[in-house]
């Protein structure tokens, strides 16, 4: 069997295309806060990333850098200063931050109608609770690429390979809001291998390149590789994907599969936070009433 490679490049533009249409909907384009502290140059990329298609999706970037050196107290009033800003309708804190900040206590300040990474604590609360809020943008992103090529997932065995607030858990909340059977791995997990074998559909985000390989799939099982490392010969996941290709019904790709997705679905979330917050000040700045 040679699995499908599931386009991500592919959805993510159609994504982007949704999420341009809906901003020019809104009564006032959305803004989008980016903090960034400090010059860790992967960051730098990342962010710049989602500027550039923020305002290609026609939304305000208000971008805030802030030195490396900011004391916590000057990063928190920061945050709440765009918290309290009308014309800032989703906030960003870009990680990792450097090591003397508490970036937990800095993500919480974020009010929970803003929190376009889904990252605060009120934000991880809604999702175990199965409530209504934003979620974080990387799992939301593979939902939309299982759903994009028709998953069942009910009823299905979900493995998720890592535990990380940022992916595994709220992955393994989303599977399991869509009822599928989920089993979550870590480092601690004794027969890695064993109990992927065992997935219908496989989420992989353990950062460690080729984790999984030919022996920890099933046959025609939905192989998503979330990891991204960057090799001499390029970038690759942690699926070994030449092996798993073999076997897998269905694989994303390193690149092109989950990583375009992940800005994508920042912008639609920043789309739904402002559609749950629409705000006067902005709204004029269209020169509408
Ligand atoms: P992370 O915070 O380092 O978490 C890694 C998780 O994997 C941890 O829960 C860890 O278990 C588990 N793990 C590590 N080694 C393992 C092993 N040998 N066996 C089983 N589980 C193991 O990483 P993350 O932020 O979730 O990111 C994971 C990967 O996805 C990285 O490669 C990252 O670059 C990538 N990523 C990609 C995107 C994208 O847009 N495509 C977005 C975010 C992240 P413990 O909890 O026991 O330590």
Redesign the pocket.
Known sequence: MTATLIDGRAVAARVRKEVARDVEALPAPPGLATIIIGDDPASAIYVRNKRRQCVEAGMRDLHRPLPGDISQARAAAVIDELAADPAVTAILVQLPLPPHLDAAALIDRIPPGKDVDGLTAGSAGRLALGRPGLRP??PA?VLVLLDEIGVELAGAHAVV????????KPMAALLLQRHATVTV?????RD?AATCRLADVLVV????PG?VGVDGVKPGATVID????RTGTGLR??VDADQVREVAGALTPVPGG??P??IAMLLRNTVTAAALCPSPDTASSRGRP
Not at 185 to 189: A, K
Not at 205 to 208: I, L, N
Request: with cysteine.
């Open positions: 943008c990387t992103g390979v890592g535990r990380s607030d940022l992916v595994g791995c870590h480092s601690r997990t890695l985000a353990a950062g460690v984790i979330v990891g991204i490392h996941g942690d989950v990583g997705m992940t």
